[in-house]
């Protein structure tokens, strides 16, 4: 790793409290209002955000985020724009920032050319959801050469590859809490402790937990198990309902999730 | 390590939540494709309830027409439900079987794929659900009808371009929410590994009937096959066994639809780019950007933004050549089949008629083309009735 300073901010966030991971799509309903939303989030106490770049078949999503991609790609926003509005994110918050994308506008923009570019804007990491351990060779060495993070997705049905994929693993480990794609559920039955369990015999990277989470009730019962609780439909929701007016509502919605962290 | 590489192409990029079912596939795969029993119980099932092999038929009426070279038509719009699918539906259920699956479930396009998997599931007991496109849905209405007949349940689906892409993504989807007794029976050689290799396998019967089908009746080998390509499961099939014998090109037939020139088309080679899709590194139709671009063709069936891995690495190493075949090219195609030798082809296999309509004519008489005739085209005489002004209602 070039920058290893950079990294450290990603583990930095789960030292010595539990973290609240806010996820969003650039672009929905514009970049300028998604710019002003994560700034809103980010002073709602938010610990790392993770920004979408849309793309036109996100096949690990549910039909929210989905529909926030399309609302976001029929806005003309483009990987360059995000870049853009990332650097003006930059000069006025050190919150860590993730991205979450799928390997074809990493591949078409460029592998090197895209986490270059990363470094520049100072983005920490990336999540990239069809990029499994068998394929991410290349792309974390990319990665770890710009001082990115590649964040490594464990599944329920991970089974036996559970600690394969936590050794491996740098930033967070991004647990999926259920079978299927993002979507606000009312129960999660996958046995976390177990899972967690077995990552921890193998690793000490903070595992942080997403899919399906949107009430404080279910972030205090996730938060007593994980070092951290990932949000991402339960916000998009917010802002496929409330539009360029949903500033409040997410600080209002981000403050009390993350004041239900144990 | 990565797997599935064909030169540059292929892989296994799927989300973790999947993999565990995808590398059960591929062990599963690895060890029935050896499997005598398991080889013996497949080629049953596809002589005596898919009725293989399917007829290598001498259009001798279309050859003394176009004046040129000798064309021979592969029947696979003969199989029971109509289409070449049946063959890798087969397969992959039977696989289901074995690997105790009880529910199974796939993207269809023209609803040919859909069809062949509901039989099947209706044959050896599956429940199943199959994905299709809203626009599909409206444009082969009656395959949605014949799914329902069988059993299956069709949802329809609303995302995207709601085409075939959509139906993959969705059907994907729904593999990630349950995984444990259900088998993705992917359509065509495309995907994550093991489904590229796995399909064509089972659709290399077509090849190696073909090949010795031609050396009986001819005593040599054809020197073209021609087929058409969306995903490419038919040209993989039609092409398979012919790749080691360098004499016989190989041609892959793409949807033009409105033209290439135009942004109404579903040509991935010509007009596509190297990308990382539906599991796969292969050509896609796209933007700068990597956004999946909304493609078009009359056939619902090769109406879809890519193509299997296998066909961009024989399009990289020259041994295939792919062309582009307009709507308005597969229609007049699809009118002279119909006409000439009284064979009703899918809109999707007169792509490829389309062609060997154009080169037969500039080959000489002692040379043979063989042209698969991948399915049936009852299903599109509706929409050809509407493509040609007049109002059917099915």
Same mark, same amino acid.
Do not use: K, N, Q
């Given at each position: 790793m070039s920058n290893p300073n950079k990294v450290n901010q990603i583990s930095k966030i789960f030292a010595d409290q539990k973290a609240f991971i806010a996820f969003l799509t650039a672009g929905d309903p514009s970049l300028d209002k998604t710019e002003e939303f994560i700034l809103a989030m980010a002073d709602a106490g938010a610990d790392l955000i993770e920004i979408g770049i849309p793309?036109?078949?996100?096949? #690990?999503?549910?039909p929210v985020i989905e529909a926030a991609n399309e609302r976001a790609l029929q806005v003309g926003t483009t990987t360059d724009k995000i870049f853009a509005m990332v650097r003006r994110i930059r000069a006025k918050t050190a919150i860590p920032l993730v991205f979450l994308t799928y390997m074809n506008p990493i591949f078409v923009y460029g592998g090197e050319r895209f986490f270059a570019t990363c470094e520049e804007v100072g983005i920490n990491g990336v999540i990239i959801p069809d990029l499994p351990f068998e394929e991410k060779g290349e792309i974390r060495e990319l990665a770890g050469s710009h001082g990115l993070d590649l964040i490594t997705l464990i599944a329920p049905t991970s089974q036996d590859r559970i600690q394969m994929l936590a050794r491996d693993a740098t930033g967070f480990i991004y647990l999926v @809490? @259920?079978?299927?794609?993002t979507g606000v559920r009312s129960e999660i039955k996958t046995d976390l402790a177990a899972i967690i369990a077995d990552i921890r015999q193998v690793s000490k990277t903070p595992v942080a937990v997403g899919f399906g989470i949107a009430t404080p009730e279910q972030a205090t019962t996730i938060s007593k198990l994980a070092d951290g609780v990932i949000v991402g439909s339960a916000i998009v929701r917010i802002i496929a309902e409330h539009?360029? #007016?949903?500033t409040p509502i997410l600080s209002d919605y981000v403050r009390r999730m993350k004041a239900a962290l144990v | 390590m990565s797997k599935g590489k064909y030169g540059i192409h292929g892989g296994q990029y799927t989300p973790e939540t999947l993999m565990n079912a995808i590398i059960e596939v591929e062990k599963a795969y690895e060890h029935y494709k050896n499997d005598p029993a398991f080889q013996d119980e497949l080629t049953e099932l596809l002589n005596e309830?898919? !009725?293989?092999?399917s007829r290598l038929y001498f259009a001798k009426k279309m050859t003394a027409d176009l004046g040129g070279a000798k064309i021979y038509l592969k029947r696979e719009d003969l199989n029971h439900t109509g289409s070449h699918k049946i063959n890798n539906v087969l397969g992959q259920a039977l696989l289901a079987k074995k690997m105790g699956k009880t529910r199974l479930i796939a993207e269809t396009g023209a609803g040919q794929h859909g069809v062949a998997t509901a039989t099947a599931a209706a044959l050896m007991g599956f429940s199943c659900e199959i994905f299709m496109g809203k626009e599909d849905t409206d444009r082969q209405a009656l395959n949605v009808f014949r799914m329902r007949l069988l059993g299956a349940t069709v949802h329809v689906v609303t995302s995207g371009t709601m085409t075939l892409k959509d139906a993959v993504n969705e059907t994907f989807r729904e593999w990630t929410t349950r995984v444990d007794d259900t088998h993705y029976v992917l359509g065509s050689v495309m995907g994550p590994h093991p489904f590229p290799e796995m399909v064509r396998d089972f659709q290399s019967v077509i090849s190696k009937e073909a090949r010795e089908q031609m050396l009986q009746k001819e005593g040599k080998l054809p020197d073209a096959v021609i087929a058409c390509v969306g995903g490419g499961s038919n040209a993989m099939g039609a092409f398979y066994n012919f790749i080691? &014998? /360098?004499s016989v090109r190989l041609i892959g037939c793409e949807a033009a639809g409105k !033209?290439? &020139?135009? /942004? /109404?088309?579903?040509?991935t080679i010509a007009r596509g780019s190297l990308g990382i899709f539906h599991g796969m590194k292969s050509y896609f139709c796209q933007d700068e950007y990597g956004q999946i671009a909304p493609v078009y063709s009359i056939s619902a069936g090769l109406d879809y933004p890519g193509i299997g891995p296998e066909h961009a690495h024989l399009h990289d190493s020259k041994r295939a050549e792919y062309v582009p075949i307009t709507d308005d090219e597969a229609v007049a195609a699809f009118f002279y089949l119909s006409r000439t030798e009284g064979i009703i082809p899918a809109i999707e296999s007169a792509h490829a008629i389309a062609y060997a309509m154009v080169l037969a004519p500039t080959m000489s008489k002692d040379q043979i083309i063989i042209v698969n005739v991948s399915g049936r085209g009852d299903k599109d005489v509706a929409a050809i009735a509407r493509y040609k002004g007049e109002n059917i209602h099915e």
């Open positions: 793309f036109s078949d996100p096949i #690990a999503e549910g @809490s @259920s079978l299927g794609v539009g360029p #007016a949903a | 309830y898919a !009725g293989r092999p080691p &014998d /360098e !033209g290439v &020139d135009t /942004e /109404e088309h579903a040509a």
